[in-house]
T-cell receptor, first 112, second 118 residues
Framework: DSGVTQTPKHLITATGQRVTLRCSPR?????VYWYQQSLDQGLQFLIQ???????AKGNILERFSAQQFPDLHSELNLSSLELGDSALYFC???????????FGSGTQLSVL | GENVEQHPSTLSVQEGDSAVIKCTYS??????FPWYKQELGKGPQLIID?????GEKKDQRIAVTLNKTAKHFSLHITETQPEDSAVYFC?????????????????FGSGTQLTVLP
């Protein structure tokens, strides 16, 4: 167990809908990262937060947004969902901005 | 940006044999190279990592080597066991390793499905 908690484990929704994925980092970790894993794109970095502030953006679509709250948990919001958004979404955390990354078990999103 | 290529995509070995997975990276500024193991239904698990100031690192049956000049690094698993069967990912990043360092954006390889046959 990495200590990173992601909910829900599975999410099934329809095109055009909006969903929220939640992540609780390991105790003491200030950085949260979001990654998307799909068969054709592999593991892709989406966005990083450090102590509540956005620190880096990767291949994140404009329809997606994230935030990190004062208690350090993070949420990834996906809107106007398309079939191609179906993927595994992972959250990872680390102690600082450059520490080792520890991944949660992911949220499997299926857009029908 | 950084590009990481990983080979082979699938690898089958007999139990007790060694397995080697290779990765190359494109950005010479990359300074951190972790390896992750992902089992079915689970998230990637960090198994070993190496920084650019080190050429080799070993942890029991697992070792990683880094050749900065050639920009490639490899994972070596000796005395493989059935529980080693999983998908292995290499990654590379540029970033600080201390508090307050720059963001660590990992660029992952495409993964290697390792199967250890009993």
């Amino acid at each position: 167990d990495s200590g990173v908690t992601q909910t829900p484990k599975h999410l099934i929704t329809a095109t055009g809908q909006r969903v929220t994925l939640r992540c609780s980092p390991r105790s003491g970790d200030l950085s949260v990262y979001w990654y998307q894993q799909s068969l054709d794109q592999g593991l892709q970095f989406l966005i990083q937060y450090y102590n509540g502030e956005e620190r880096a953006k990767g291949n994140i679509l404009e329809r997606f947004s994230a935030q990190q709250f004062p208690d350090l948990h993070s949420e990834l919001n996906l809107s106007s969902l398309e079939l191609g958004d179906s993927a595994l979404y992972f959250c990872a955390s680390s102690t600082g901005q450059g520490g080792k990354l520890f991944f949660g078990s992911g949220t499997q999103l299926s857009v029908l | 940006g950084e590009n990481v290529e990983q080979h082979p995509s699938t690898l089958s070995v007999q139990e007790g044999d060694s397995a080697v997975i290779k990765c190359t990276y494109s950005d010479s500024a990359s300074n951190y190279f972790p390896w992750y193991k992902q089992e079915l239904g689970k998230g990637p698990q960090l198994i070993i990592d190496i920084r650019s100031n080190v050429g080799e690192k070993k942890d029991q049956r697992i070792a990683v080597t880094l050749n900065k000049t050639a920009k490639h690094f490899s994972l070596h698993i000796t005395e493989t066991q059935p529980e080693d069967s999983a998908v292995y990912f290499c990654a590379a990043s540029i970033g600080g390793i201390r508090e307050g360092g720059s963001a660590r954006q990992l660029t992952f390889g495409s993964g290697t499905q390792l199967t250890v046959l009993p």
